[in-house]
């Protein structure tokens, strides 16, 4: 049986075997519009999530660190896309923001809203970072998906 995982208005998760698949959980989000969709198959991604994965990984990893599990200038994003939604990610990423870490010291998350780059591929970077997020997808470079047999 082929364990799927995909992200969009409700999620429907499971893992990479059939015991796995079994046992899937549904969340409904509270967007009014329908959300972009990820899609991880036995570890391999869809088109746009591996652009996002590209995308993370040519600007974001030097400071969320590798795989979007912190690192020593900003949080982790994995564990921050738990707790924001969408539309906060994006406003974060193309305005910027500054806040306080845990020494009480003020650091500053840079806006990316004139950086091309990455501000026309803002969904692909957060459909790569909600499937790490949700557990569809491991640490590690993920595969793309072929289309067709």
Known sequence: ???????????????????????TSTKTSTKTKEAP?????????????????????????????????????????????????EATFTKIVLEGRQTKNFAGEIVSMPAYGNVSSIAKHVDDIYLYLKARSDGALRAGRPKRLQKGP
């Open 1 to 23: 049986m082929l364990a799927v995982s995909v992200f969009f208005s409700s999620v429907l998760m499971a893992g990479d075997d059939a015991k796995a698949a079994s046992k």
């Open 37 to 85: 969709a990820y899609v991880v198959v036995r570890g391999q991604v869809d088109k746009a999530t591996y652009n996002g994965y590209r995308r993370y990984h040519s600007k974001c990893h030097a400071c969320h660190g590798q795989d979007a599990s912190g690192g020593t200038f900003a949080p982790s994003l994995v564990e921050s896309l738990k707790l924001i939604d």
